[in-house]
């Protein structure tokens, strides 16, 4: 069988390190772009290259952003005193898409996850803490997921705020969403539901 020229295998290659995306799904890409017209496929390209070089993360709450803040950390109708904190910024995306939530969020970039070897000083936990010290908000909301680690995570951040003088109203997201599920999966009305339904926290 013949091989398959060094740019193609290298495509393949690279589309394999993305994931949920094994071989054979890699060549089906791979196929795909080969077969459109150059306009198309640079089209693509370029748009990987702007995020790659246009795209960082919000200095104030890691939400993704092609200025120092966010759309939403520079919009002054947002309620200043609600902080809702999510483990990523699709997890933020799926909640602003509800219409229900009209406060500032805070971004972790992940979850405590010690078999995975992801810790506290991986997360955004120590900007988070500093945040909510400055006492401009009056509630946290914990929309971390309902897993395991989402939950360890949300205990683990509210025991670093502790020490404060006074701490905010710490809620959390009504579980009518099913334990061990991903809030990106979650339709709007469930969502919308358990943001109106939130239950303070211990």
Do not use: W
């Amino acid at each position: 069988m013949k091989e398959l020229t060094e740019s193609v295998s290298r495509m393949i290659s690279e589309f394999e390190k993305l994931p949920g995306i094994g071989k054979k799904s890699a060549e089906r890409i791979a196929y795909y772009l080969l077969k459109l017209d150059k306009q198309d496929a640079m089209a693509l390209a370029d748009s990987i290259t702007a995020v790659k070089e246009n795209v960082r993360y919000c200095k104030h709450c890691f939400n993704l952003a092609e200025d120092e803040l966010c759309d939403i950390c520079k919009d002054p109708r947002r309620n200043q005193a609600i902080l809702c904190i999510v483990e990523q910024p699709q997890d933020l995306i799926v909640l602003e898409q509800t219409g229900s939530y009209e406060g500032l969020y805070h971004v972790l970039l992940g979850r405590l996850a010690p078999l995975e070897k992801i810790t506290p000083d991986q997360l955004t936990i120590a900007a988070l803490v500093k945040r909510v010290q400055s006492g401009a908000f009056r509630e946290i909301v914990m929309g971390t997921n309902p897993t395991v680690e989402g939950d360890a995570t949300a205990y683990y951040i509210i025991s670093q705020l502790e020490s404060l003088a006074e701490r905010p109203k710490i809620t959390r997201l009504a579980r009518g969403i099913t334990t061990g599920s991903n809030l990106q999966f979650a339709n709007k009305e469930m969502l919308a539901d358990a943001i109106a339904e939130r239950q303070e926290m211990p």
